[in-house]
Each structure stands twice: as structure tokens, then as C-alpha cells.
């Protein structure tokens, strides 16, 4: 959380599966509308907590197979384990551990839900050392849960119990849960003086509940959410303006809540690209490299027809005396680079090419030059290439825009291309 030097203007916290990711479209096309809209608008003064039933280990997993970004901050197993920053930087919080390890047993809660025979243990991949996850049918989940939290407090072991999807039982410590965790989480942020300007809060099921109960949290229950999430809604928020009920489903449900809200911009940059007049009006870094390789994207897509005029286009934008330095390692001018494109017109459109940035961030270097550092990842066919780009962008032309000035990239994560001569920018 010091990425941010002061407040975050927002604080977004979601749930991942049925939420921000719609299982249900292969082509991941609101969740790629998202990522371009965080990354061009939020990234640079914002928090980006994902929330989920998941174990870190299954976040993960879920993280090498579909486009997700990085967040700020992941809350994984319902709860009780958080870690901050992504990848191979992720930090658990300590302090959070040692408060689950507070009236918990995990042999305890073992030997007790053994004795009841409807409980189905989840998948190893599913448990954690503060997680106990079982299937079990509502009827039976509901026996259970009127009964086991007395045996085991019995015993001396104080838990959670979380049904949710009408499969799901969870057992946890009870000071944990989605919205335990992100009380804890807004707390610290009160203590170092960062609170946060605004919250939405977004889920599809029951165990997402805690989340809504958060008084300060804007909340939005995506189109998709399992009936028993509507039940608590009509029971307990249906007259609070504050929370509401999308009318789309999973991430565009979630742009359509900071629209309804008025909590920032709304509009993702897919979807209003002007491929015929490449320019951003405002000078904004970060929305600059967006549109970029969206404009690229398009391109090897066969989105756009195949004329030279897009490639004068973005010849524009970028120095003739400008360099591109390919992952590989060779270096030319970017204008040459541009050229090569041609042949690559429609190369991806069987493919299901599709091109994310994360991690955006732009630090002005001199009043009129910044340098712009980002992860780009490609998808084509399955397969992920992943690798770390700077950019340097001078304001020139009277401050009316950016110029790509320089362009240097290296390989992330043993990513490599297989045909480097169709790996461009």
C-alpha cells in the first residue's frame, strides 16, 4: 500500500470468479474492457484488491490462465490470508497471519467435520493452514452449521462458517472473512492517514455478503449473482441506495457501477478507440500507451482495414530519430519497425490475439518528457508472452501531444517468441 503517496482516490475491491472473470466468455472481453480502463484512468492513484474464496495457490493458477491484472493488494481463501503486490514480489501481512493462529486448530477442525459424512473435502489446491473447505448440499450445510461451531468452540477453536454457490462450506477463524480482511486492510490505511476517498465493493455470491455490510462501501452485485447473495440483498440493503444491482453481468456490471456511482471515468478505452485520428486530447501518459497497443492490437487483428494511413498514423506519433529496442535485443529505428507491420496485417485474427498492459506507471522526468514502465502481455492461440517496456514520451508541437521517443523491452518470466520477426513493439 506505499505505492500510493497519499489518499487512493478509489479503492476497488472484487471478486474474481463470476465476477471480474466471466468463466462463461473464452474471449474474456469484459474483463480485457476493464484491465484498459484501470490501467488508462486508475491505476496511477487508485487500489486494486481482488478478494477471493480461492487459496493463493488456486489465485495463482487462475492468474497464469486468464488476463488478469496485478493488484495492489489480494485477499485469497475467503479471508484469512493476505499478501500484497503480485508475482514473485508478493508479501504475506504477518500481523493478519497471526491474528487467524488465534483460537485455531487446524487438526481440531479436521478431526471434528470428519465426523460428519456429507462433508466432501475440496481439492488439496483448495485448502490453506487457515482454510478447511468442503461440498456439501444447502440441506445438509445447514445441520452442519448449527452444530459444529459448538463443538469446536467446545474444544477451544472459535470459527467462521461460510456457505456459499449452494455447494461451498468454508471453515475459517472467526475473525476472518472477505470483510474482516478488508476492515483490517481500511484500518491500516486510517493509521498511515491514506483513507481512501471512495470504495466499490463488487461480488456475485454469498460468501462476497461481509463485503456489503462495510458502511462506508459503495457495493454492486453483478447481473450474474447467485440467488442466495439477492436473498441477503432483499433482506438487508434493498433499500440502500449505496448498493445495487447491475444490469450487466461480471466485469461490465463493474463498469457500469463506477458510471452509476460517479466515481471516475467509466468508458473503457476498447471501446471508443478512434483508429481513423489516433490522439489523446488530454496529454495523460498512461492512456497514451494504452490506446497504443490497442491500435496495434486491431492491427494484427484485421480489425482495421489495411491501409498505410494507420501506419502514417502512428509514424506521427513517434520520432523519426526515434529508437525501438526489441526484446531480443536488436535495436532499429521505430519507424522501421512500423514499416514491418504491414506484413502483419490480419496475422492474429484466427489466433485470438489480444494484447493487455499492467502495471502502468509514468514519472515526469523533465517539464516536458516522461518515461512510461509497464508489463505488456500477448495472448495468441493459449499461449501468454509476457515482457517488461519503458518508453520515453516527449511533450512536444506546443504541448498538443506525446511523442514515442524510445521504446525498449526485455523478455518477463522466461517469455520468449517463437518467431521474434512477428514479436513488434
Known sequence: MDRLDGPPRLI???????????????????????????????????????STGRSMRSYLSLRNKKPLLTPDIAITSVGSQIAYGGGESMVSDDVWVGRMGEMWNREIVLEETSKFTHLEPQPDKSQEQHKVSFFVDREHALEIMNVLPGRLLERGVDVKLIYSN????????????????????????????????????CGDSGNDAELFNIPQTYGVMVSNSHNELLKWHEENAKDNPKIILASERCGAGMIEA????????????????????????????????????????????????????????????????????????????????????????????????????DRVSASLISPETWIVKFDKHESSEGKIRSCCTRVLLSCQEEKEKLTWMHIQQSWLDNSCSDDQDKWIF
Open 166 to 201: 449452494d455447494y461451498a462450506l468454508d471453515v475459517l477463524p472467526k475473525g476472518s472473512g472477505k470483510g474482516g480482511a478488508l476492515t483490517y486492510l481500511l484500518e491500516k490505511l486510517e493509521s498511515e492517514g491514506k483513507q481512501p476517498c471512495n470504495i466499490l465493493v
Open 258 to 357: 463506477l458510471q452509476r456511482f460517479n466515481l471516475g471515468p467509466s468508458v473503457s478505452p476498447r471501446d471508443v478507440l478512434d483508429t481513423e485520428n489516433f490522439h489523446v486530447d488530454v496529454l495523460d501518459p498512461a492512456h497514451e500507451v494504452v490506446l497504443f497497443y490497442l491500435l496495434y492490437e486491431k492491427w494484427l487483428c484485421g480489425e482495421v482495414e489495411k491501409s498505410d494511413k494507420y501506419l502514417q498514423n502512428l509514424k506521427s506519433i513517434s520520432s523519426p530519430l526515434g529508437m525501438f529496442v526489441h526484446p531480443s535485443g536488436v535495436e532499429k529505428p521505430i519507424h522501421e519497425w512500423i514499416d514491418d507491420l504491414e506484413n502483419l496485417h490480419g496475422e492474429g485474427k484466427e489466433k485470438q490475439f489480444r494484447i493487455w498492459l
Open 12 to 50: 476497488l475491491v472484487t471478486d474474481l470468479d463470476c465476477t471480474l472473470v466471466d468463466h462463461d466468455d473464452p474471449e474474456n472481453t469484459d474483463l480485457l474492457r476493464f484491465n484498459s480502463l484501470w490501467e488508462a484512468h486508475y491505476r496511477h492513484d487508485s487500489l486494486l484488491v481482488y
